[in-house]
């Protein structure tokens, strides 16, 4: 039996998954908790999968957002309705394994953890015809009970915890699990257990970095980095999490030494740009024996790294718009 915990499963235009996530919240043996789902704004039919668990889950409620919107915004105005001892966020692109949840429970109330997640197995699927493309079988590698400062925005958390912390931060397009975990972990102990946490699905979508460079979405990072410059481990966490960006830090550190040295040691320019190209092929290379999006891996690696820069230096969406939250049920 679970008990307690208020479910915050937020969703866009996730009709394909979000009915595999609440068929295994439905199934599961629940005792004083709560489901609260959040839609936002979604254009296909989310909402309406939404409303048809209405009395086939217990103390339900269907929140809709609308306006200025990302992650961070529907998880703060699931937030508002939650009222049991602990919160459990959730993916609505995510199938639960029941499980997890008592074990993680277990593990706040005996190993003086404040936060728990764990396993999650990623499943990538076409759009036209939901075919599984491939699989990652845990993202997080937890192999073994470990103190952890990042992972996935699926995790149960203390609500005691979340008042200390407070909402989610409204800037974040990206990376607000990030930042929400992190500045938690200013106050709790944040615990990865190696239990199966549910699976993830996930349209394979080879534009996505593309969108994400338009609209700025780097600058995040850039913004986390700068929240934690105090913090050496968890830099290092962060940059080990996305290697990537650090490739692209080295070679634009090693572009810059070798325009410092062509101006004071006169050695020949031509020499900085075969290193540069030399590590840049050698990386795309490596990725395309990997069967990695080439040209996606050029756009994160070094395109995105100016953007991180700024980030560290300057806020987005600064003056965020407002959003409207209607309880629809």
Known sequence: MINSVSFIVIARNESFAIEKCLDSIASMALEDCEVICVDSDSTDNTLDVMKSYIGKIQNYRIIQCSGYLN???????????????YIYFVDGDTQLESKFIPKAIRTLLTDNADIVTGQLMDIYYSQDDHKEIHRVADRHHINEAKQIYLSSGIFIIRTSLVKKVGIFDRRFHRHQDMDYLLRSCRYGFFLGIPVPMGIKYTIEDNTRPWGFLKKRFPMCFGMLIRKNLKRPKVIVSLLRQNSGYLAGFVVYGLFLVGI?????????????????????????????????????????????VPLIVAGIFFDVNRNCPNTKVERIY
């Open 260 to 304: 410092l040295a062509t101006g004071f040691l006169s050695l020949p320019f031509l020499y900085t740009v075969l290193a540069v190209s030399f590590m840049v092929i050698s990386d795309l290379f490596w990725g395309a024996i990997r069967k990695k999006n080439v040209l996606n891996r050029f756009l994160e690696h070094y395109l995105y």
């Open 71 to 85: 992650s961070a915004v529907a998880r703060n105005a699931g937030l508002k309705y939650a009222t049991k001892e």
